[in-house]
């Protein structure tokens, strides 16, 4: 079947502007995660969501970011007044609970200039 | 505070040779552990995990990697490297009683001809 997907797989925007970035999990996983992998780093857990909450958001930098899932499926991560260290890779992962085995989408690269 | 180390950022084999990848864990309770494989350009894909039971895990692609509690190691073998084994490889970990999965910072394999 299919896998995790995001959109866009590329997104260059300019510092300040606002971005925001799609993932459409796998049909029937109820939990959703964001990671930041920066480059020569793994990926650092961001905001968890079970079904249409977000269950820990913990992982979210500061109030620029901000995540929403809305009828427990697709997921939009949302960055405002963008920055240069916010450049990074965003993955997307789902699971089915109780199993916990997450999958991860191949991730957006973001480039602030 | 938890955590995942990962002592080698490259490692270099030949390809038919063995391999074996470290990793360590900082957990107080015995926690879920998972080696991801990550190739340019694609997603993380999961090798295998341990939740509890027999300590040897097989995983995919001839992977195997043995949980030590003593040692607090999750080390990842191969008895014989392919060229296509070339990529990151991360290990991460996360609680029994939580969802975000804490990465190491990667092993970069490379294997030669």
């Known amino acids: 079947g299919a896998g995790v997907s995001q959109t866009p797989s590329n997104k260059v925007t300019e510092k300040g502007k606002y971005v925001e970035l799609r993932c459409d999990p796998i049909?029937?996983?109820?939990?959703l995660y964001w990671y930041r992998q920066s480059l020569g780093q793994g990926p650092e857990f961001l905001i968890y969501?079970?079904?249409?909450?977000?269950?820990?958001d913990s992982g979210l930098p500061n109030d620029r970011f901000f995540a929403v899932r809305p009828e427990g499926s697709v997921s939009t991560l949302k960055i405002q007044r963008t920055e240069r260290g916010d450049s990074a890779v965003y993955l997307c992962?789902?699971?089915?609970?109780?199993?916990?085995?997450?999958?991860f989408g191949p991730g957006t690269r973001l480039t602030v200039l | 505070a938890q955590s995942v180390t990962q002592p080698d950022i490259h490692i270099t084999v030949s390809e038919g040779a063995s391999l074996e990848l470290r990793c360590n864990y900082s957990?107080?309770?015995?926690?879920?552990l998972f080696w991801y494989v990550q190739s340019p350009g694609q997603g993380l894909q999961l090798l295998l995990k341990?939740?509890?039971?027999?300590?040897l895990v097989q995983g995919i692609k001839g992977f195997e990697a043995e949980f030590k509690r003593s040692q607090s190691s999750f080390n990842l073998r191969k008895p014989s490297v392919h060229w296509s084994d070339a990529a990151e490889y991360f290990c991460?970990?996360?609680?029994?009683?939580?969802?975000?999965?804490?990465f190491g910072k990667g092993t970069s394999l490379l294997v030669t001809p």
């Open positions: 992962a789902s699971s089915s609970l109780p199993t916990n085995e997450q999958f």
């Open positions: 049909s029937g996983h109820t939990a």
């Open positions: 969501f079970q079904g249409t909450g977000a269950a820990d």
């Open positions: 957990y107080g309770a015995t926690p879920y």
């Open positions: 341990y939740f509890s039971g027999d300590t």
């Open positions: 991460a970990s996360n609680s029994n009683s939580g969802y975000a999965l804490n």
